[in-house]
């Protein structure tokens, strides 16, 4: 009997394990890729960037989807996917790229970091209510943001990082335009099984911007250092992690497998600090935990509202 209980305990503990080692790869490595995108977009605009890493990721998807003999979305399901292309990759990941060029890296991913605060105000102007927990959380968030933009009062009287900062602020609200539609089409249709379709439309559209504009740089002029730091995006930060992300969600409840928000920017902080040397200094530090801390009670509000719903529908 005592066997047969340690055995199980051991199954389980193993069947956790592999999970949180998942979760924290993924925490680990999408943290890089801001590290990534800076160098990418010291050389070329952010936008042709981010078309190029959608391009050939979204491809690379599609062919596999292709070699699998896998169903392909049907009729409106289209519809789904071309509103997500546009919303998170199209809007949110083209202008987060470009907005990167302007703002550290660390920066970039703290206010990446802090989505969860327009989907409860947008969910607020929805008319739905807010719990108190979700208040207080969007409120200690703005603090911890305070603190944080303290250091860079100095920066704010150059339009470069005026424009960092607003792409990368409208960057976070359509990402979460976009997450409160995944949620609302989940139940229908998978949005997480048609990425490579959401990447290959909307690197359609930033390349067909890039052309209007005329702001693309000729591919034979690119340096060796941007196309390294696509191949490592497309390579780890979009097919590998992206593949071990749906796995931790497979394996592990909500309330962990979103842990992964919270190190992001921490290893975008650290890293950006030793690679590119941006400034890491005490108020940069508390204002990240404090913005963080108020990121895990939103969070933690969301998931407990999921719940209440949940139950209501049984």
């Known amino acids: 009997m005592i066997t047969k209980v340690k055995n199980a305990v051991s199954t389980r503990v193993n069947a956790i394990e592999l999970p949180m080692l998942a979760l924290i790869w993924v925490g680990f490595f999408w943290g890089t890729t801001w590290i990534a995108s800076k ?5 070329i ?30 009729g409106k399901q289209w519809k789904t996917i071309v509103i997500l292309a546009i919303l998170n990759f199209t809007m949110s990941n083209g202008l987060s790229t470009a907005g990167v060029k302007y703002i550290s890296s660390g920066l970039g991913a703290i206010i990446a970091a802090i989505f969860p ?37 100095a920066d704010f009287l150059r339009p470069d990082f005026q424009l960092g900062i607003f792409l990368s602020v409208v960057a976070t609200i359509t990402w979460a335009f976009g997450t409160l539609y995944t949620k609302k089409k989940a139940a229908s249709y998978n949005p997480y099984f048609s ?53 931790s969600l497979q394996h ?9 928000a919270y190190m992001n920017p921490v290893v975008a902080v650290l890293l950006g600090s030793i690679i590119f040397g941006e400034t890491l200094s005490i108020s940069i530090a ?22 209440k719903t949940n139950i209501l529908i049984k």
């Open 39 to 43: 160098e990418g977009v010291r050389y």
């Open 45 to 74: 605009p952010g936008i042709q960037m981010a078309a190029i890493r959608q391009f050939i990721a979204g491809l690379l998807y599609i062919l596999y989807l292709i070699f699998t003999k896998s169903p392909w979305p049907k």
């Open 117 to 153: 605060i327009w989907i409860v105000i947008i969910s607020y102007f929805r008319g739905e209510k807010i719990a108190k927990l979700a208040v207080t959380g969007v409120f200690v968030c703005f603090g911890g943001v305070c603190v944080i933009f303290y250091e860079y009062l």
């Open 195 to 247: 990425i490579g379709f959401q990447m290959f439309i909307s690197s359609i559209l930033l390349f067909a911007y890039n052309g209007a504009t005329g702001i693309s740089v000729n591919l034979n002029e690119i340096p060796l250092n941007t196309w390294l730091a696509i191949a490592y995006l497309v390579i780890v930060g979009s097919l590998i992690t992206f593949t071990v992300f749906i796995y």
């Open 252 to 260: 592990l409840p909500p309330e962990m497998s979103s842990l992964y």
């Open 286 to 307: 508390i204002g990240g935990i404090v913005t963080l801390f108020g990121l895990y009670l939103v969070n933690k509000s969301l998931r407990k509202s999921k719940k």
